[in-house]
């Protein structure tokens, strides 16, 4: 009995002596590929042939690297024996350090800075003497490939016999034996070709030695089996089965599934990532002060990665980006180009695996547990230890999506594959949104080089293709006409939010819908209304279709769906505190409860707002998620605003809830109005309570928390309340309350601004980012006005609308408006102009366009500016195109002028405007300075 290393301890093996017409293995169920060779006289041919197998296995690994080792020994006569061959490849072959890393993975590269090569297996002796070997072919010639009569075909052939017998699961005596002897013949033939390269005459007792050998094996296949032969093989199946279904896996994933919750009844489309991606406007973060932001493409970012493996083997690649703007189907993209093949091109690293996990999947808690349900087929006959034993010694790409969505489970497996970068060649590309990355970067181990880059978006030039690639996507969903949607998103002043594919993908579906809500849209919080919207009026007007529901009035209809929202809404900052975007079992059975009570076919009801998420385990189980992160978030922030609005202002509502569910369950007429009547008692109790307070927005999420622990089935359990998670629903709660058309309290504006503060929101970017997106009424502008707190403002076209919003309550010393773009094209212009006239800010305008290019007509801002001046004491620079009149109301405080007129009887006076620096330009393009 031997005793065989595996990963989750040792396997018997147990070998009887026989000859190989009675070769027979008996082995434990754990073992892959035997988990029914069991002794049962029943199944003795089966046995035998596996038995064969096994045997041949040995034979072409053992005796193939003897050989190999020969050949090297041969090939190499100038390499010292004291030293590495990886100092002999460097040194002697003149191979960079950059070139060691494209060919030799991490465990093949510990194992060439050793003096020994007797621990070399048969891909790295090939490796090594297609590297390292005098006077061969180099790497990429057809000599090595090409069947022929070259000692480099005939080395290949020894390194493809002995991967093939890794597929030779049962093998009968007839095809052990013709094998055996093709084995022989290739042998023989690669010691005769290799001596006769070499100039040296094989010692006639190579050969007769390899015959013995190969010979007493044939007799005797057991007699040579040693204690890591069976694992060995465990580890090439994975690489080579295992990647099979990795890849299958993967070609499924890659297919993405739009947002089908506001597509058609039924409609379930699935397009593939290579379709629908559209390259991306990409930063790559600089290391130091020193060194400036570059850009990069899609297909650069694993190059830039193998650049950064010169400083240590292991890389994370950061990326980072906000909501909805493609970080998952960037991963899809690469999980895809892993799979066909595209990855493996010149210049990125060969990674014999490419492994997918997804933070938001709570039912995964290990690595092990994740290999085993990529590789579902494989894992039944191998532990989940040993999958993580036998992918170490490869070249390994880890790409995990959703750093911000980490669980308890997530959070144990990636911290195991960060760990495992200590013995382990390690690639890491993990996507977060913005809040996230610092503190990811700060738990890197330090024997990993970190790249951390961010996706701008999709570029505007690029956002027709993306469009167009989707609609065509959506199959006959998208077979209508498009051409209004493309021209509206040239001409939209909403370029911003049109750099996010989500809000590419809602709009698309939108205006396939309802093309005349578009047009009305200015910030991305209305598209997600708008998109909400579209999918309760869908609802409802299949509620009032369906058989179970088309006896109920219209309004009843309405009052349940909003009843069954308002717990939606709940249950989605609910999963949100337990870091889940697929809802828990238990949440998808609580939803199910209230369309039960209000007699809803919860299938059409919970398919109107969420879809069934895809999961890496492949269980089988039923499970809903909302279609995008961005869209739970946005639903946590309807509960707070709901729930704000309801404590304050809606509590009697409650009334009509409770008859309604008491109508729909049937209870009889006066038991119902005394529940009512009691009902009634209480809540307006309730009601004269809760106008003695004043409800805060943390009070409402710390309530849901409180729930979310009640709920949560863990043992874990969130202790406090975590802003920096809330932040994108703080957003969207900003926008919501505007749009709710009840302005908030003084001190409720102030505390949403602190909350947003406090959920990492500080830097001027930050919160024109936030105002870009959403609408603040005034009393939240001013809030923020004094958070941000600037002395000196610079104002771009794209900044424009954040800046009307809330610079007339700041107080600047110095304010910069500069205009590249056409001012008409520019929306809220007017009202930053307003914002500033009749300040004493020093303040210079520049209108860059107007400067540059005359169209025979005056610019859209020539009367605007004429009062403009008339009131702004402190004008000290001005660019731009003016007419003789408002040329004239140019104020005395200008200190540098330029000026396009289109004649001189268009220019100031000069007397006006002592000691300035002027520059005009014409029409007939002649310029002069006074």
Known sequence: MLNIPGGGGFHNLYLTPLNPAQCFFSLPDSFPNAAMASPRASQPHSDKQKGMSFCLFYLATWKSKAVLQQVLELGTPNRDPSKSFLEY????????????????????????????????????????????????????????????????????????????????????????????????????????????????????????????????????????????????????????????????????????????????????????????????????????????DEYVEYEELLQCVQKRQGQKDNVVLLVEGPAGVGKTTLTRKLI??????????????????????????????????????????????????????CIQENKLLFIIDGLDELNPSS????????????????????????????????????????????????????????????????????????????????????????????????????????????????????????THRLCKERLRQRLLEHKE?????????????????????????????????????????????????????????????????????????????????????FFSALHVRETLLAKEIDILRILNNIETILSDCNVPGELSKALVGVNKETLEKQNRKISKISHSIRSVLEDTLDMAKAYDETESQTVSLDLVKCQNVLIHLTGLLYLGGSPLKKDACAELVSLLKDSGIRDRTQWLSLLSEVKCDETVSKCIAQAMDLKEVEISDSQVTAYASVLRHMRPSHVEVDISGDPQDVPRLQDLLSAIEATDWKTDLRFRHDFRYMRGRSSVLDERLKEFFGSTPNLAWFSGRLSGPAAEALPQSLEFLELAVKDDAQLP???????????????RRRSCRT
């Open 89 to 292: 490849l460097m040194l002697g072959k003149h191979i960079d350090m950059k070139g060691i890393i494209k060919h030799f993975n991490k465990s093949q590269r510990w194992k060439i800075s050793k003096p020994q090569t007797n621990d070399f297996d048969v891909n790295l002796l090939y490796l090594c003497i297609k590297h390292g070997c005098d006077g061969l072919a180099p790497h990429g010639d057809k000599r090595w490939q090409e069947k022929g009569d070259s000692l480099e075909y005939c080395i290949s052939s020894i390194k493809n016999f002995r991967n093939s017998t890794l597929h030779m699961v049962g093998v009968d005596e007839k095809t052990f034996m013709e094998k055996a002897e093709e084995l022989r013949d290739l042998l023989k033939n690669a010691l005769v070709k290799s001596y006769d390269f070499y100039k040296q005459n094989v010692p006639p007792r190579l050969l007769q030695e390899l015959d013995q050998e190969i010979n007493d094996i044939k007799n005797n296949p057991s007699s040579k089996v040693d204690d890591g032969f069976l694992f060995n093989k465990l580890c090439e199946m994975v690489k080579v089965e295992g990647k099979e279904e990795l890849k299958k896996k993967y070609e499924a994933m890659s297919s993405i599934g739009p947002v089908t919750n506001l597509l058609g009844r039924g409609v379930r489309v699935k397009v593939d990532v290579d379709k629908i991606f559209t390259k991306m406007e990409i930063k790559k973060e600089s290391n130091s002060s020193e060194d400036k």
């Open 411 to 530: 959070k144990l497996v990636v911290n195991e594959i960060l760990n495992l970068g200590e013995t382990a060649d390690v690639t890491v590309v993990c996507t977060t949104r913005p809040n996230r990355a610092s503190d990811f970067k700060q738990r890197v181990p330090e024997n990993f080089a970190i790249m951390h880059i961010k996706v701008i978006g999709i570029e505007e030039n690029r956002r027709e293709e993306f469009v167009k690639n989707y609609n065509r996507a959506l199959g006959d969903e998208g077979q209508r006409d498009i051409s209004g949607l493309l021209q509206y998103l040239k001409e939209s002043r909403l370029q911003d939010h049109w750099r996010l594919a989500f809000n590419l993908v809602l709009v698309t579906i939108l205006w396939l819908r309802k093309p005349e809500q578009v047009n009305k849209l200015t910030t991305a919080t209305e598209l997600f209304m708008e």
């Open 336 to 389: 895809h180009d892993w799979a066909s093949g595209e990855m493996a091109k010149e210049g990125v690293p060969n990674y014999e695996f490419a492994i997918l996990a997804e933070c938001r999947d709570s039912t995964i808690s290990s690595l092990g547990q994740l290999l085993s349900s990529l590789m579902p087929e494989l894992s039944k006959n191998a532990s989940n230890e040993d999958l993580v034993k």
């Open 549 to 633: 529901t088309r006896a109920i009035d219209a309004r009843e209809v309405n009052d349940k769906v909003e009843i069954f929202l308002n717990k939606l809404q709940e249950e989605a900052l609910i999963n949100h505190y337990n870091d889940k975007t697929v809802l828990s079992a238990a949440s998808v059975e609580r939803l199910r409860h209230v369309c039960d009570c209000l007699s809803l076919p919860h299938a059409e009801v919970l398919g109107s707002f969420l879809v069934q998420a895809d999961s890496v385990t492949g269980d089988g189980k039923e499970k809903f998620s909302f279609p995008h992160k961005g869209l739970q978030d």
């Open 909 to 923: 006076v000069p007397a006006a405007l002592p000691d300035l620096a002027l520059h005009e330009r014409r029409r």
